[in-house]
């Protein structure tokens, strides 16, 4: 039977990426094992699945309903293992994991190897990027998020709304001057968050009144990794829009200092955690979360104190 499941495992996640290669990368085997997989669930149902071919790979009509089928049936046996790891057992299985980079390397990279240490009969895969990953399409159990958190699929967990600051080196504001207003910025090196899909070059402020305006900024220069940005700043080259509590050191330290517009101030943030909606959580993802929550609630409040 347990052969059986992961077969169907399979199947699904081909159906999902859209082909055995991705099914693969997604799984950690390779493609001929994924081939050989549905081919044993196809002799078993004794009939095709997967229309294949030179171009394309489509599931026939028995593959669509199939698959919803086993929406249920795996959902089923998530509750299952759910409610037994719930009864006292520990957290065992493997745990998909994205961070953001920064993040990633300073906070969630170490926790992760603490969780190993206390729960040394799970599997963590870990993925730092800055790009807002697809969740579904990447098979995610945890994701670490900052930014205006919409995903309606996922349960959103928050853990603190992250305050924002436009700041630059002293060096950069001697030799350009401040901006006063949001327009001024246009006359100004902007430092931005660039991947595809990004929204992280149009920067929305607000003022107290409630009135906002997202300003299309540009610069010369732009990086998918935030602490490229960061080192950017520091180095003179522009200004950043960054969370307080990555740069409280640097502004501690009087290495960055905050660009003030009048009236205007950036919009915040939620820092949160993103993970599958279901009636029982796999007590991994659980523990996860926890452990998730609790150690970066502790961490921007370390990080804060340094600059309050």
Known sequence: MSAALESIRVFMRVIETGSFSAAARTLRMSAAVVSYR?????????????????????????????????????????????????????????????????????VIGPMVADFRTRFPETQVWLRLSDHLLDLVQESVDVAIRMSQLQDSSMTLRKIVDVERVLCAAPSYLERHGAPKAPDDLFQHVCLLLRFPGSQQFRWTLTAARKKTVTLPVSGPIDADDGDVLTEWALAGQGIALKPVFEIAEHLAA??????????????????????????????????????????????VKEQLQMWS
Do not use: N, W
């Open 38 to 106: 549905v081919k044993v669930l196809e002799d078993h149902l004794g009939c095709r699945l997967f229309i294949r071919t030179t171009r394309r790979m489509s599931p026939t009509e028995a593959g669509r309903i199939f698959y919803e089928r086993c929406l249920d049936v795996v959902e089923a046996m998530e509750r299952a293992e759910a409610s037994v790891a719930e009864s006292g057992a520990r957290p065992r299985g493997t745990l998909k994991v994205t961070a953001p980079l920064g993040l990633g390397r300073r």
């Open 254 to 299: 009087g290495r960055l200092v905050p660009v003030p517009l009048t009236d205007y101030r950036p919009q915040s943030a939620t820092l949160g955690v993103l993970y599958p909606s279901r009636r029982m959580l796999p007590k991994r993802v659980k523990s996860f979360v926890d452990t998730t929550v609790e150690r970066l609630r502790a961490h």
